[in-house]
């Protein structure tokens, strides 16, 4: 299929991807790979509220319509939340659009995808199976009329490109673009980060085993002397955490609480970027900063950074990387 030309009416397309953080990250290069190739195509996306700020980073993203599951859950009874239910599933059938892409495939997203609207001869398009240790739900299938099978073991960036590749019929041929701002030196910082090059430990996770020791962090952290590591935290036990390894770095420094806005400045400005297999680390990884992603209880065929010599990888599920593997790692990327 070519791109268009001022012949044809442009595409317009929404893609339902809500979460998690990670996830909605690794879905982000489906946008570019559908405008080279339809460079009119109007995109929307379907996401869950907390990520509207990375989705919005993506200049060729038209509408973005936050979902709000996660907050609706906990009142539904109450008559205002029916009512934002009611409005987002309003907004969602303002449009009607020529292909809906669900790349989760969930019930919660598959609903998403039965209740958008499309054109006559249009195509809902989604999973035909998940990958390995997804948690993909076959039923999800009932909401598309068109399922796109992959490899069990296809990488999180490549699965969405290759769904969206095969419905539109053009081939994924080039590296991931995740349509992310480039660094600018000019922009304005704010009072927590530093002027000078900062390290940045993403050193949180919500599942123990996935964790890299709290010795290995300080360890590295001596020797990346004198250089500032800036410690972010997302709960108070991932803050607590930080405090442990502050107390221990005298060139650490736990950050205040930030948005998620704010987590990704840290990220997009960092000098060098060290963390577990978390969004966050990937983040820092499209973004290109220079990273080091360290697998500890996860598979690393999965979520890797394999787009740019700026990003090395280390570990796998059951064999965490020693200090002196991500010391060396870092150094080679501040050389």
Known sequence: ?????????????????????????????????????????????????????????????????????????????????????????RTLREQQYDYVFDTQGLLKTGIIMGAARVVKGGRKVGLANGSEGSGYEGVSRIFHNLSIPTDPRTHAVARGRLVAGAALGYAVDTPADFGLPEVSASEPRPDWMPAEPYAVYFHGTARAPKKWAPENWIALGRELAPMPILLPWGSPKEKAEAEVLAA?????????????????????????????????????????????????????????????????????????????EVLAAARSLLA
Not at 2 to 28: E, F
């Open 1 to 89: 299929m070519t791109a268009q030309t001022g012949g044809r009416k442009p595409l317009n397309i929404l893609l339902v991807r809500v979460s998690s953080l990670g996830d909605v990250l690794h879905n982000l290069p489906m946008v570019a790979d559908i405008a080279r190739h339809f460079p009119d195509a109007n995109i929307d996306w379907v996401v869950e509220e907390g990520y509207v700020s990375l989705v919005r980073l993506n200049a060729r993203v038209r509408t973005i319509i936050p979902f709000a599951l996660r907050r609706w859950r906990k009142s539904l009874g109450k008559p205002e939340t029916r009512a934002e239910i009611k409005s987002f599933f």
């Open 248 to 324: 221990s770095l005298p060139n650490a420094r736990v950050l205040p609480k930030l948005s998620m806005a704010d987590a990704m400045l840290l990220a997009r400005h960092a000098g060098l970027v060290i963390g577990v297999d978390t969004g966050l680390t990937h983040i820092a990884a499209a973004f290109v900063r220079p990273t080091v992603e360290i697998y500890a209880d996860s598979p690393r065929w999965k979520t890797e950074g394999n787009w740019s010599p700026r990003i090395i990888n280390l570990g796998d599920r059951g064999t965490p990387p020693s200090v002196a």
